[in-house]
């Protein structure tokens, strides 16, 4: 409650895509806890200077979200978001790096094994979970378009 206000003690310390380290006291009536302490981490800035980078750690949270339970610990997943954020920090996205963040989360979520099946892991997520972020189409297209472009680019040098 409160935790974003101006004169908060968190200020600056809480935005999307941040990595902290939280405390928290745990409310027995409600899911609505009390903030008690914050250290930031890594504010991950390059995501934020960059629309289609921040498209697509949007994205990577929400299928992160549609396959983990509320208040349920995943390290690998934790792991595998932080090594996605610490890559769009410093890159633009492309479809590879889409590709490879779906198949590294179907693969924790034992859905899907790259090595064993040839299938979309995308397809294999949203069969299990029942279905996929409706942002994935988009970035998808934008993606692809900008994977054309920088190609169409390297042909003419």
């Known amino acids: 409650k409160g935790a974003r206000r101006a004169k908060s003690p968190f200020a600056g310390k809480l935005d999307l895509f941040f990595e902290a380290e939280i405390q928290i006291a745990r409310s027995r009536k409600s899911d609505l806890h009390t903030l008690t302490e914050v250290v930031l981490k890594n504010p991950f800035g390059g995501i934020r200077t960059n629309y289609l ?15 983990t339970e509320r208040d349920h610990h995943e390290p690998e997943l934790f792991s595998l978001l932080r090594r996605a954020f610490g890559y769009l920090d410093a890159h633009n996205p492309n479809l590879r790096a889409v590709a490879h963040f779906e198949t590294e989360l179907a693969r924790i979520t034992g859905v899907h094994d790259a090595k064993l ?13 029942g279905k996929l972020p409706l942002s994935r189409t988009p970035l998808l ?10 190609q169409l680019k390297e042909e003419l040098r």
């Open 117 to 129: 099946l040839k299938g979309d892991p995308a397809f294999a997520l949203g069969n299990l979970f």
């Open 53 to 67: 980078r921040t498209q697509t750690a949007a994205y990577f949270v929400e299928l992160i979200e549609i396959c």
């Open 141 to 150: 297209k934008t993606l692809a378009s900008n994977d054309a472009t920088q």
